[in-house]
């Protein structure tokens, strides 16, 4: 992960995750990552797994949505990165 993103700042803190500003060295734009901490409930991984179903079958781009690039597991952490909400790749803003 680190080779790829590169943390600025901690955006928020949640009851389930935290979410960071990254830059992201391939895209070469600011994106969100949440991270979740290890291990994650069974309950959390269907309530994710729903969330990206969801997203798939609406399509990238939705207004309602906020685009979800990559989902990562580190020894530590599941990641889902994406588009940071207010940034110039999200419609309707």
Not at 16 to 38: G, M
Not at 73 to 82: K, Q
């Amino acid at each position: 992960m680190q080779a790829r993103y590169r943390a600025i700042k901690l955006l928020g803190r949640g009851a389930e995750a935290d979410t960071w500003l990254f830059a992201d060295r391939k895209r070469n734009l600011p994106i969100a990552i949440k991270l979740f901490a290890r291990p994650v409930s069974k309950k959390l991984v269907a309530s994710i797994l729903r969330e990206i179903r969801l997203q798939s079958l609406l399509g990238p781009g939705h207004m309602n949505l906020i685009n979800i690039y990559e989902v990562m597991l580190t020894r530590d952490h599941l990641g889902i990165a994406m588009a940071r909400p207010g940034s110039t790749d999200l419609r309707g803003s």
